[in-house]
C-alpha cells in the first residue's frame, strides 16, 4: 500500500433509494476512506441527499453510470473509480455494524489472501424472524477481479475462474422495507430475462441455472422453466436419466439446482423424473435436509394418493361386476359388506359427497361398518 493509498474503498451502487442511503452512508463514514456511490438514473431525492452529504465527507465520491441493462457492468464501473487496498461494496438498504478498528483488525487478518474474496456476515430483518447468510463483497484491490453477468453478477479473476472465498464474521445488518407484490414480479420479471441472457454466453453454468429454477417459475411457468434448463444441461436430451445426474459436473450449486427441479416436476405431476432427481442422495441426506425432506414426502404422497385412486377404479369395476352376476357375499347376504369398503375407499381418495352417501345407506340397514367412526367427524355424520 503505498503512502497515498487508503485502506478501503467503499462501494454503493444506487437508483432511487433517498429513504435508505443516509442510513447506510452514515454507517461507514467512520470507517472509509473513501466512498464511491454510483447513481444509475434515480429521479426521486437520492441524488439531492448525496449532493448535501458532498459538502460535508471529501472522503465521498458520486458518479453518474446510464443504466445498460447490465448489473456487472454497473459494478465493473465502480471498481475503476475506487482508490484503496481493499474494495467492499455495501448495498445501500445495508448498515455496517463494525468500527473502524474492528474492520481494520479483520483486513490485517486476510492481508495475505490476495487472491481470494472474503465474505460480509449479512443479517435481514424479515416478518417472521431473521435470516442470516455470507455474502461475498470484499477484495483487495489489485486489478484481479471483475463481476461477470447481467444479474446475480458474481466476482471471478480476469481470466474467469473462481477465487477462493472465504467466510467472516463482518457484521453487516440489511434493512431494506418490505417490497409490494407488484414490485415483486417486475423485479423477478427483469432477472428472468436477464438470466437467460447469462445462460445464452454460459449454457451448462449451474449457477445462472440455479438462479433461473429459483425465481423463473411465476413468470415461465414449470414447463417452460424445466424445458430450458434441462435441455441446456443435457443438450436438448429431455427425457435424462439418473446416469445423466450422476455425470454432471460438481458445483456448489448442483444439489439445490436438482432440488428446485424436482419441485417443478413434482408441480408438473412427472413423477419419473422427480424420482429420478431424488435418486441421487442417500436416505441419511433426504432424512437430514429439509428440502429433499419435503421433495421425498410429497412424491411419496402423490405415489400413494395414485395407489389409492387405482384401488377405487379397480374395486369398482370388481364390485360391478360381481353385482351384475347377482352374486352374495357370505359375510353379508345383501353385500352391505362391499357397500363399506365402498364408503371408505370414496372418503379415503377425498370423494367426501358420495362416501356419505354409502355411510347413510349403510346407517339406514344398521349394518355395522368398521369405517364410520374414523370417518364420521369429517363427514358431519
Known sequence: MSKEQGRVSFIIIVKNQENTIQKCLNSIYESADEIVVVDTGSNDGTLEVLRINLINHSNLKLFDYEWEDNFSSVRNFALKKA???????????????????????????????????????????????????????IFKNEGKFKFYGYVHEEIRYLNNKIPEKIKSN??????GYLESEMKKHRKLKRNTRLLLKNIEYEP???????????????????????????????????????TD????????????????????YIDLRDLKHAKILTSMFTIDEIRNNPDLLYCQTIINI?????IKSKLLNNFIEDRNRILESEKV?????MNHNLDDLMAYLLFDTKNYSLSKDYFELLKKYKYPTLFIDECKMALNM
Request: aromatic fraction near 14%; glycine fraction near 4%.
Open 302 to 306: 402423490i405415489e400413494l394418493y395414485v
Open 329 to 333: 357375499s357370505k359375510i353379508d347376504a
Open 170 to 175: 463482518i457484521r453487516v445488518s440489511h434493512f
Open 204 to 242: 451448462k453454468n449451474q449457477r445462472w441455472l440455479y438462479l433461473l429454477s429459483r425465481d423463473g417459475q411465476n413468470i415461465l411457468g414449470s414447463k417452460e422453466l424445466v424445458f430450458k434448463i434441462i435441455s441446456r444441461l443435457f443438450d436438448g436430451n429431455l427425457d435424462f436419466s439418473a
Open 83 to 137: 482508490t484503496s487496498e481493499w474494495i467492499f461494496f455495501i448495498d445501500s438498504d445495508e448498515v455496517l455494524n463494525e468500527k473502524r478498528i474492528t474492520l481494520m483488525k479483520y483486513l490485517d487478518n486476510f492481508e495475505n489472501y490476495s487472491n481470494s474474496v472474503i465474505s460480509i456476515y449479512r443479517t435481514s430483518k424479515l416478518d417472521n424472524g431473521k435470516t442470516h447468510e455470507y455474502e461475498y463483497r
Open 245 to 264: 445426474i450422476k455425470n454432471l459436473k460438481e458445483s456448489t450449486y448442483k444439489a439445490d439446482l436438482i432440488i428446485n427441479l424436482c419441485l417443478l
